[in-house]
Every structure is written in C-alpha cells, then in structure tokens.
C-alpha cells in the first residue's frame, strides 16, 4: 500500500473515530451515573440532525443558528426524555430501565417517522459552501482531455478539518465542564457514591439531568457533523451510529470519558483501515465493531482504561 | 380462622384437564377453519408463531434474567435454513438472478425436505450459532449481552445481505411454499410450552430463578451460572429457529430488511413479553395474541380516514408509534403486565374459583 492512501486512511479513520467518539461520551457519562445504556441515545443524534435540518430549511434560520437550535433541541429532548422515562425507574430493577430504554429508543424513530417521513431527505446546499471544499495535498498533476486532474494526493474535505478542530473545542469545553465547574464536579461525585452525594445536599436527578444534557449536545454536535461527512438524513440514521458509539464506549471502559475518545477514534481507525486493507469485505464494514467488541471483552472484560470492578455482596 | 383448604389439584386430574383442554382448542380448530375466512385463519397461524417467539424470548429473559435483543437474529437463521431446505430445485433457480445459487444448496439431496424436518434443522442451526454467541458473551455482565446480541443480530442481517449465492442478498427468498397452517404453528407452540415449561419447572429453571434474582448469591449455592445461562440460551435460540421456519413459511418471501427479521422483530417480541409480564410463558402467549390482535386492529390508523367530510391521509409508521408509546407507559405505570410473574395453571384457576367461592359464604 501506498502511504498516501495509507495516510489518507488514517485521515479518514480519525474524522470517522472523532464523531464516534462525540456520541460515545454521552453513553459513558449516562452509564457512570444511572448504570443504564441509554438506547435512546442514537435516536437523540438522528432527532439533533432532523433539528437542524428543518430549522434551516423550513424556518430559514441562518446556519450558525440551525446548529445551536439543533444541539439546544438534543439537550431538551434528552432531559426530557429522562424525565419522563427514566425518573420513575430509578429504583425498579436494571432490566427493567434497559427495555424502557428500548422502548423509548423505538419512540423516537417510529415519531421521526411519522413527522418526517421515512424517505431520507439531502442535507447537500444546507450547510454553507465552505463545508464541502476539498484540499488536496502533495500529488502529481496530470493532463487528461486538455485538463489537469490531481492523482496520488491526499485529499482532505474540510469538514475533516472542521470536525477535528470542533471535536477539539468540545472536548476542551467538556473538560473544563466536568474538572472545574461545581455542576461537573457533582457529575462526578454522583458516579462515584450516589448516597453520599445526596447527603452533601445536592440534588441527583438535577445533576442526571444535567448529565443528560451534556451528553445529548455532545450528540448533536457529533450528529451535525456527521450529516457534513454523510450528507443525508432519515429517521434509522442513529441506529448504526448509535450501536458503534456505545461499543465504542465498552472498548474504552464504560464510565470513563476519556476511555470513550480513545474507543471512539480506534473503532473509527479500525473499521476505515480494515475495510482499506480487505476492500473486498466493505459490505461486512458495520459487523468489524462487534466482532472487534466480542474478542476485547473476552480478554479485557473493563475495556482499555476502564477500572475493574469488585461487586461487594 | 378457618383451617387452610386444600388449593391443590391432584396431578392426575390436572393431566386429565390439560389433554380436555387440548381437544377443545383443535375442535375449536377444526370449527374455525370450516367457518372463518382465509384471512382470520391466518391472523390465527400468526398468533401461534409470535406465541413461539414470546415464549422462547421469555425463557431467556424473564425466567433467566439476561436481556438479548438478538431474538431476530435466531429467527431469521431458522427463516433462511428451513426455507432454503423446503424450496424446490426450480423454484431456487428461478429466484437467485443474481449470480446463482451456490453448490450445496442447488442439489436435490438440499431441496424439497418434508417441512418437519426443515424446521428442526433451522431450528438446530440456530441453537448452534446461540451457542457460538452464547459462550463469549454469557461470560460477560447482563448490560454487554444487551448489545452484543443486538450487534450480533445486525451481523446476521449483514451476512444474510451479503451472501449473494447463499442467500440471494437484498432480493431475499421468494416463492417459499406456504406451509405453516393453524396446525403446524399451534402443534410447535404446544411443543414448545411442554418442553420450556417442564425445563422452567425443573431443578433448571429453579436455578435460572435464582441466578435472575441474585447471581451472586446462586454462585454461592454451587449453581454454574455459565452452564446454566448457556443453556437456556441455547434453548431459546433453538425455539427462536423454529418460530423462525414458521414464520417464513407464512410469509413465503423473506429479505433481510430490518422491518422484516431485523431490529423491528425483537422489538415486536418485546412488546409481546413486556403485555404478558416478564417472567411468565402464559404471560408471553396471552402477550402474543393481543399484540397480533392488537397490530391488525390498529391497521385502521395507518389508512386514511374520512372525519365530519375531511379525509385525514393515513400516516405510515403510527402503528408503531402506537405501540412504543404503549410499551414504555407499561413499562412505567404497568410494570407487571397481564400475568406478572405468575403462570396460567389449573391450580391458580382452582384457587381462583375457590376463593370466589370462600368470598361469597363468609365475607371477609
């Protein structure tokens, strides 16, 4: 292989791993709290990207302004849906909370449905036009038909680009959310000793709230740049993503947010790098993650950074 | 007080009940198919096969305690094997235009299998690949089952995309001869309660309870969790792969779309097991019914409607909303459903009567 392909790869692998990654941090910080996988997690993604769809082109907002509608929508949409759901499940077993999790994850497909329709609509000329150039880099030029095409290069869209520098920005933000605001700090706390917490005199299913919050505009962003990668949307949108983002989070170590990054950019680099190696297994591209997930909890069941955890009786 | 009554019945009259009870359902049968129109008949069929489905997701997950969401997954191997073993040589042919079918399965030895037979080799295949899932993932805590069987499931879907020769990729089977009658999907429903009901009966199931109620505690007593997990697993997929045959045998075309034997499908059985109660196989067939019931009779939102002159256009999809809505307010408000935890036996409808009976002579 090339390098320039091999880089190219590499490239592509990041961008792809990075939106997991966005997605992902929602699942680990829901799961460090309530123990739960919050399957609605996807379905807030694919809603976060409907937000912004129509927000720009049904209302006519400015881009800038379909976005923040789009993440502030997610953030709305996952409160509530804790609110509703979750809140009177607290106390009910695990497996209960899991199929309501299902349960609502099938709500909010089967409303994008009914809202939106099932045909997948194009998000091309939404976004505006600095979203969709592509920069080329090394290369040799070559004359064809009386015009100069570029071959052997590295392309690079720049949404890649934008995606690493807003990738960037969010995890900076989420850091200085979770390390040095008091909310962050009892996002923590709440993860580490939910009865203790409460006795300190703050409030759990404010500060669930809170992390519900959080994690659904990580989300939307995820989501808001994917539809600039893939540009198209449909209510089954978020399944996929969703699936790979929470085994992202599982090959990390669930309850860790940085083992969410990590998972997230090497599911992204595996799944570009496996299919670039064998092309001829492209069609089997969605199944590399569970199989990749199914191998590293057999030999590490807490996954790459997560704690191991002892069940005291 | 009074003294306690005796609440049970013996065993030999419960036998007795049971095959009087059977002999009802195939006169009842028997009456239905002279009388009912071919389309009520099979709303019937159907009821039989998501019964299977219900039941064999119920082992798994109410009497065991893990939660797969890869229900589909068995069921669209058990679809795909004991379809492709009933289909004729011919009909094979007709259908995969793409790129032909592979060698095993153009041969005649491979084609035109009684429909029995077929079943129990979907059946089988589909018992053996819970095993191959089972064995990695039972090691790991209840959550991660959740979503590797569901990831499981999807690579089903995929592979059964993809294996143009096998299985004719995204065109699916076609032409599948339309077996399953009231008979066949009511006969394997029996067979599945009598064989899932004695196991939850037994030592086995006794153990699964206490494994689903405190696997820490069961370990304690000396029950292998694994072997026991595994094996309930195991036995749900083999019925799954049954239910699986059935079903596209009263389909006669499948396709791997995930509405058909996807994601959509172990939500549908979900549904089913949660209006039931989880944890009851009674439960899971009365949950069965009502969803087959329940999914013809809300038709009537998805196609237009004519109110005070104004024709409303139908909305796809608001079957489903229907549904899910339904789900989570049970899952809520309803968390026992119908039967809770509790089986339809004769000695619980004994028990019944008599209190009834208690009631109506000494008040309270």
Redesign the interface.
């Given at each position: 292989m090339k390098i320039e392909i091999f880089v190219q790869h590499v490239i592509n692998g990041l961008s792809l791993g990075l939106l997991y990654a966005l997605i992902a941090v929602g699942y680990t910080m829901v799961y460090g709290i309530l123990?739960l996988?919050n399957f609605a997690h996807g379905e807030i993604f694919m809603m976060s990207i409907f937000f912004t769809f129509y927000a720009i082109t049904l209302f006519g907002f400015p881009w800038w302004l379909g976005m923040a509608v789009g993440i502030a929508g997610a953030a709305l949409l996952g409160m509530s849906v804790d609110k509703i759901?979750y809140k009177?499940?607290r106390n009910?077993p695990?497996?209960?909370a899991?199929?309501?999790a299902?349960?609502?994850s099938?709500?909010l497909?089967?409303?994008a449905?009914?809202i939106f329709g099932?045909i997948p609509e194009s998000f091309r000329n939404v976004f505006p036009e600095f979203f969709t150039k592509i920069f080329t880099i090394g290369g040799e030029v070559i004359e064809a038909r009386g015009r100069e095409i570029v071959v052997n290069a590295i392309r690079i869209p720049s949404i890649t680009i934008i995606t690493f520098a807003v990738t960037l920005i969010t995890f900076l933000i989420l850091w200085f959310i979770l390390y040095r605001t008091k909310a962050g700090m009892a996002m923590r706390a709440v993860s580490m000793d939910t009865k203790a917490v409460s006795l300190m005199g703050i409030s759990i299913n404010k500060t669930i709230g809170m992390t519900f919050a959080l994690g659904s505009a990580l989300a939307a962003v995820g989501g808001i740049l994917w539809v600039g990668k893939y540009p198209q949307v449909w209510p089954?949108i978020g399944?996929?993503p969703g699936?790979k983002a929470?085994?992202a989070a599982?090959i990390g170590g669930i309850g860790s947010v940085a083992g969410a990054v990590v998972g997230g950019i090497l599911l992204g680099l595996i799944e570009i790098l496996a299919v670039g190696l064998m092309p001829q297994m492209a069609?089997?591209r969605?199944?590399f993650?569970?199989?990749l997930?199914?191998v590293l909890?057999?030999f590490r069941?807490s996954g790459i950074m997560g704690k191991k955890e002892l069940?005291k009786? | 007080m009074m003294a306690m009554e005796k609440k049970t019945i013996s065993v030999k009259t419960q036998i007795i009940l049971t095959v009087l009870f059977i002999v009802g359902v195939c006169i009842l049968f028997f009456i239905a198919e002279e009388n009912l129109n071919s389309y009520m008949i099979r709303i019937v069929s159907l009821i039989g096969i998501f019964g299977i489905m219900a039941v064999s997701l119920t082992l798994i997950n109410g009497v065991s305690g893990m939660l797969s969401l890869g229900h589909a997954g068995f069921i669209a191997i058990g679809a795909y094997v004991a379809a492709l073993l009933t289909m004729s040589v011919q009909q094979k042919e007709a259908s995969f235009i793409l790129m032909g079918v592979a060698f095993p399965i153009n041969t005649e030895a491979l084609s035109s299998i009684p429909f029995f037979w077929a079943t129990i080799a979907g059946g089988s295949v589909a018992a053996l690949m819970a095993f191959v899932v089972g064995w990695p993932t039972m090691r790991m805590s209840g959550d991660y089952l959740a979503i590797t069987s569901l990831g499981f499931a999807e690579i089903i879907r995929i592979f059964l995309l993809n294996w143009n020769r096998i299985t004719n990729g995204s065109l699916g089977l076609k032409g599948i001869p339309s077996y399953t009658n009231i008979w066949w999907s009511w006969g394997w429903l029996l067979i599945t309660l009598l064989i899932i009901g004695s196991f939850a009966k037994s030592s086995y199931g006794r153990a699964l309870r206490a494994i689903r109620d405190d696997p820490i505690a069961a370990k304690a007593m000396g029950i292998n969790v694994f072997k026991h997990q595994l094996t309930s697993f195991v036995m749900g997929g083999f019925f799954a792969g049954v239910a699986g045959s059935l079903y596209a045998h009263w389909l006669t075309s499948i396709d791997p779309k995930p509405t058909t034997l996807g994601i959509m499908l172990t939500f549908n059985i979900l549904i089913m097991i949660v209006l039931g109660g989880l944890g009851s196989l009674s439960g899971a067939v009365l949950g069965a019914g009502l969803f087959a019931v329940l999914s013809e009779f809300l038709r009537f939102v998805e196609s237009d409607m004519t109110l005070f002159g104004f024709t409303i256009a139908g909305i796809s999809g608001m079957r489903m909303l229907v549904f899910s809505a339904l789900f989570i307010i049970i899952m809520i408000f309803w968390q026992k459903g119908i039967m809770g935890r509790n089986e339809l036996t004769w000695n619980a409808l004994y028990r019944t009567i008599s209190r009834f009976k208690r009631g109506g002579n000494h008040g309270k």
């Amino acid at each position: 292989m090339k390098i320039e392909i091999f880089v190219q790869h590499v490239i592509n692998g990041l961008s792809l791993g990075l939106l997991y990654a966005l997605i992902a941090v929602g699942y680990t910080m829901v799961y460090g709290i309530l123990k739960l996988i919050n399957f609605a997690h996807g379905e807030i993604f694919m809603m976060s990207i409907f937000f912004t769809f129509y927000a720009i082109t049904l209302f006519g907002f400015p881009w800038w302004l379909g976005m923040a509608v789009g993440i502030a929508g997610a953030a709305l949409l996952g409160m509530s849906v804790d609110k509703i759901a979750y809140k009177p499940l607290r106390n009910a077993p695990r497996i209960s909370a899991l199929i309501t999790a299902i349960g609502v994850s099938m709500f909010l497909q089967s409303l994008a449905i009914v809202i939106f329709g099932g045909i997948p609509e194009s998000f091309r000329n939404v976004f505006p036009e600095f979203f969709t150039k592509i920069f080329t880099i090394g290369g040799e030029v070559i004359e064809a038909r009386g015009r100069e095409i570029v071959v052997n290069a590295i392309r690079i869209p720049s949404i890649t680009i934008i995606t690493f520098a807003v990738t960037l920005i969010t995890f900076l933000i989420l850091w200085f959310i979770l390390y040095r605001t008091k909310a962050g700090m009892a996002m923590r706390a709440v993860s580490m000793d939910t009865k203790a917490v409460s006795l300190m005199g703050i409030s759990i299913n404010k500060t669930i709230g809170m992390t519900f919050a959080l994690g659904s505009a990580l989300a939307a962003v995820g989501g808001i740049l994917w539809v600039g990668k893939y540009p198209q949307v449909w209510p089954m949108i978020g399944f996929m993503p969703g699936l790979k983002a929470f085994v992202a989070a599982v090959i990390g170590g669930i309850g860790s947010v940085a083992g969410a990054v990590v998972g997230g950019i090497l599911l992204g680099l595996i799944e570009i790098l496996a299919v670039g190696l064998m092309p001829q297994m492209a069609g089997y591209r969605d199944a590399f993650a569970f199989i990749l997930l199914i191998v590293l909890l057999s030999f590490r069941p807490s996954g790459i950074m997560g704690k191991k955890e002892l069940v005291k009786v | 007080m009074m003294a306690m009554e005796k609440k049970t019945i013996s065993v030999k009259t419960q036998i007795i009940l049971t095959v009087l009870f059977i002999v009802g359902v195939c006169i009842l049968f028997f009456i239905a198919e002279e009388n009912l129109n071919s389309y009520m008949i099979r709303i019937v069929s159907l009821i039989g096969i998501f019964g299977i489905m219900a039941v064999s997701l119920t082992l798994i997950n109410g009497v065991s305690g893990m939660l797969s969401l890869g229900h589909a997954g068995f069921i669209a191997i058990g679809a795909y094997v004991a379809a492709l073993l009933t289909m004729s040589v011919q009909q094979k042919e007709a259908s995969f235009i793409l790129m032909g079918v592979a060698f095993p399965i153009n041969t005649e030895a491979l084609s035109s299998i009684p429909f029995f037979w077929a079943t129990i080799a979907g059946g089988s295949v589909a018992a053996l690949m819970a095993f191959v899932v089972g064995w990695p993932t039972m090691r790991m805590s209840g959550d991660y089952l959740a979503i590797t069987s569901l990831g499981f499931a999807e690579i089903i879907r995929i592979f059964l995309l993809n294996w143009n020769r096998i299985t004719n990729g995204s065109l699916g089977l076609k032409g599948i001869p339309s077996y399953t009658n009231i008979w066949w999907s009511w006969g394997w429903l029996l067979i599945t309660l009598l064989i899932i009901g004695s196991f939850a009966k037994s030592s086995y199931g006794r153990a699964l309870r206490a494994i689903r109620d405190d696997p820490i505690a069961a370990k304690a007593m000396g029950i292998n969790v694994f072997k026991h997990q595994l094996t309930s697993f195991v036995m749900g997929g083999f019925f799954a792969g049954v239910a699986g045959s059935l079903y596209a045998h009263w389909l006669t075309s499948i396709d791997p779309k995930p509405t058909t034997l996807g994601i959509m499908l172990t939500f549908n059985i979900l549904i089913m097991i949660v209006l039931g109660g989880l944890g009851s196989l009674s439960g899971a067939v009365l949950g069965a019914g009502l969803f087959a019931v329940l999914s013809e009779f809300l038709r009537f939102v998805e196609s237009d409607m004519t109110l005070f002159g104004f024709t409303i256009a139908g909305i796809s999809g608001m079957r489903m909303l229907v549904f899910s809505a339904l789900f989570i307010i049970i899952m809520i408000f309803w968390q026992k459903g119908i039967m809770g935890r509790n089986e339809l036996t004769w000695n619980a409808l004994y028990r019944t009567i008599s209190r009834f009976k208690r009631g109506g002579n000494h008040g309270k």
